[in-house]
């Protein structure tokens, strides 16, 4: 009996840590909205968010345009940094020697830690030229900025996505092998399907580190005010206009910059939201069939 | 059209992968040998000793080396025991329920939430209603909270991987749970935990959105908790965006790079050797 009360008490005390990310998130929330809300508000939630209007000092806000930037440049980052990722995992995990893969994994996993800026530093002096000189344009712009982010997420996405791969039995793999498939069959008719909600989980992660990621994109993006009409204009996201505007902004001004990540916190949300649906939803069908 | 044969299929397919990985591999070796081979040669002792000059024009990046360990250093050891106890709790301590998808629905938003907002927040929370200012304790405790999930689910996965049998085993032994989690579960799960701890460690260092607002840009040495710092991977920021010193940002660069490769590296030797004597 003490031993069962005991262990009731770890229970708690456990659960009441385990809150902590949870609460951490309705913190987050519940102050970011409350610097923010009341000037979207004032503005009006529609003209904030479909005007193309960012004068501070007059008092108009309308941040159009870095959404539109913010979601360009996560596309462009996820076609790239996502395929990549992918084909890197399926080769490290089903394909490849075990003893190639024991200088990849660890080459791509050290890599991980590199940090972001390092990334748009190299964008500016490499890429930017590179991009200005054989594609035109000022270099700044939306694929300078799919670029970086694309690398940038790799080396966290594919070490999560291999994991992912590995965790699948290895009976499944044998199974189609022994019932004919091809390597190939094999991995994206079973393996694949196996470690789905774990590869879903990957880029998720991936897709919140682009959407995010703020000072790597501040150099390479250009952050004009102007909507990108292609993939060569310079362009702004929500979170390079707080970075950028936060350090001098007061009252109104950064009021409205707390509104910025307000949008920004709804498009992440509501992001995470329909890629947790899905993973769950496949994953809940794939063990009834 | 007549359809490739499966052995064509999938010839074709290993061939795009090797070309993605070859790709992948070599711009990521690209970017660190570039950013050494211009960097290192400035890299000096008086480099790592000094503090700078004329805003970094001169001189070196001691209170940044500093000020960096100090933010990151205090993030992880805040979030590694709230992250692992939360990963024990469940996957041991409850059953799969409502209460289990709000914790991990909480920890995976907090894991998609930009570092900026996590900045925005940390810099109205902890600077200003908690009244820390801009200061390492209110860059540790917003880059605590940015790398919990981080440290959750790869504890969470390392702890799911022990296989079942040890749990039993633990238990047909007498054991109680909280005997059979810290003694058998957590010991076989460590590597994994460690791997998710060092991502956390990587993260903070190279984090330069959340600190700028909530760490400041100071250039002296922090010699408290309460005091601003700029880390490294800011003041490198400052540097190549402001153009202040190309030369500097390189070095700079250089001994982010290097000092994110060595604990890497040396975390990897940890879990291999860990890994070897477990088996």
Redesign the interface.
Known sequence: MRQAAKDKCISLILLAVAMSAIASLAMIAAFIFREGLPIMMKVGVGKFLLSSDWYPQEGRFGIFPMIVGSLAVTAGAMVIGGTLSLACAILLTQFCPPKVVSILKPCIELLAGIPSVVYGFIGVVILVPAISRYLGGPGLSVLAASVVLGVMILPTVTSISVDALRAVPRSYREGAIALGATEWQTTHRVMLKAARSGIVAAMILGMGRAVGETMAVIMVAGNTLDLPHSILAPVRTLTSNIALEMGYAAGEHRRALFATGVTLFAIIMILNTIALTVSRRRARKAGQS | MKRPS??A??RL??S??????I???G???F??A??LTLGLPHVTWEFLSQGPRLMGREGGVFPMIVGTLWVAGLAVMIAAP?GV??A???TE??LEGK?TA??R?????????????????G???FAI?LGMGLSVLSGALTLA?MV??TI??TSE?AIR?VPRAYREAGYGLGA???GVVTKVVLRSALPGIGTGVV?SI??S?????AV??TAGSALRLPTSAFDSTRTL?LH??IL??EGISMSK?YAT?SV??VA??A???FA?WVMQRFVAKVR
């Open positions: 499966p052995a299929m999938q397919a290993v795009f992968m090797w070309l993605g990985t790709l992948t591999v711009v990521l070796l970017i660190v570039y950013i709230v106890i939360t024990i709790y469940l301590y409850t209460l709000v914790i629905f909480g920890a995976d938003c907090l894991a998609g939430i930009p570092s900026i907002i996590f900045g925005l927040f810099f109205v929370f209603t909270i919990l999930p959750i689910r996965e991987a109680t749970r909280w991502l990587g993260r260092i190279s984090e330069t959105a700028m607002l991977a490198f920021y190549a965006r940002a660069a982010l790079i994110i490769l604990i890497n590296l990897y």
